[in-house]
Structures are given as structure tokens and as C-alpha cells.
């Protein structure tokens, strides 16, 4: 089984990548959905990485795990179709939308890559508390996942039904 201290600190280290990454690409991003969409995700990132912290201390201090320490609250699915509902703003220039396609595509990727580390660590600790947590986690990614698809799959679409002119 695997040390639940290695398994803390390695999804700590993903979290504050990902954290980094969202914030950066919502920066530079072109596309005001996109800018909006990994500033939130930026945000939820850097909530599971304070969280797994504390969790961290608790192991460290060899604390019982229990379920006092409440999960953060994901409302990211929330806040992309409130996002999407309330603005529908048009892309005008074409070529923007080809980085922001790249980065989320990027981003899908990585989600899948969270997840599956949460769901395979799930697996392989033997703390119960702990296993549902990974599982928690795994569920949120996935829907992350779900979300950069979905709006990555949409961006396609309009950048190839976009009149190319001759």
C-alpha cells in the first residue's frame, strides 16, 4: 500500500501546477469565456491544494483523520454555465481562437491526468477517510475534464463553421 504522506504531497504538487497553469493561461488567453473559465479553475486549484495541506498536517501530526475536515465546495460546473448563459460574446477575430483551442485542450488533458492519479491512489491507501477524499477528488477532476472538453469541442466547431472567405 502506499504511503498516504507521498500520495498528500504528490496531488498537492498537481494542484499547485494546475493552479499555475489556469492562472497564467487566464492571463493570456484571447477569448473572454476562456479568460474567465481558468481564472475560476485557477481559484478552485489553489482550494484543493490548501485543503490537501491541511489534510497533510493531519497525517504528519499523526492526527486522526476524520471527517471534520470539510471537502472545499466545487461549483465549477455552476459557475461554466452560469458563465456561458450570461455572456455570449463572439469571437472576432479568428486566428485568436487557435491558442485558446491549444491551451484547452491542454487543460482537458491534465484534468484526465488529476483524475486518474486520485482514482489509481483510491485504490492502493488503506485509510478509508482517505480513499473517499482521493475519490472526491477523482470526481471533480473528472468533471473538470468534462468541462474543458466541452468547451474545447464548442470553440472547434465555431472556428471550422467560420466563413473563410473564398
Known amino acids: 500500500m502506499y504511503n498516504p504522506e507521498r500520495v498528500i ?12 497553469f489556469y492562472k497564467d493561461n487566464s492571463e493570456k488567453s484571447k477569448n ?12 478552485v486549484e489553489l482550494e484543493h491544494y490548501k ?3 491541511e489534510l497533510l498536517k493531519r497525517y504528519v501530526d499523526e ?3 476524520d471527517k471534520d475536515l470539510e471537502l472545499p465546495k466545487e461549483d465549477a460546473d455552476e459557475f461554466f454555465d452560469k458563465r456561458k448563459q450570461e455572456e455570449n460574446l463572439d ?11 491549444n491551451v484547452l485542450r491542454m487543460a482537458y488533458l491534465i484534468e484526465q491526468d488529476f ?29 473538470h475534464a468534462k468541462l474543458f472538453k466541452k468547451e474545447y469541442d464548442a470553440l472547434m466547431d465555431q472556428y471550422m463553421n467560420m466563413s473563410w472567405g473564398g
Request: hydrophobic letters at 35%; zero cysteines; proline letters at 1%.
Open 51 to 53: 485543503y490537501l495541506k
Open 32 to 43: 473572454l469565456q476562456t479568460r474567465s473559465v481558468f481564472k475560476k479553475l485557477s481559484d
Open 115 to 143: 483524475r486518474d492519479y486520485y482514482k489509481n491512489m483510491a485504490t492502493k491507501v488503506e485509510d478509508d477517510t482517505l480513499k473517499e477524499i482521493l475519490n472526491h477528488f477523482s470526481t471533480w477532476e473528472d468533471g
Open 9 to 20: 504531497k504528490m496531488a498537492m504538487e498537481m494542484e499547485l501546477y494546475g493552479h499555475n
Open 63 to 65: 492526527e486522526k483523520i
Open 91 to 101: 469571437q472576432t477575430l479568428e486566428q485568436s481562437m487557435i491558442p485558446d483551442m
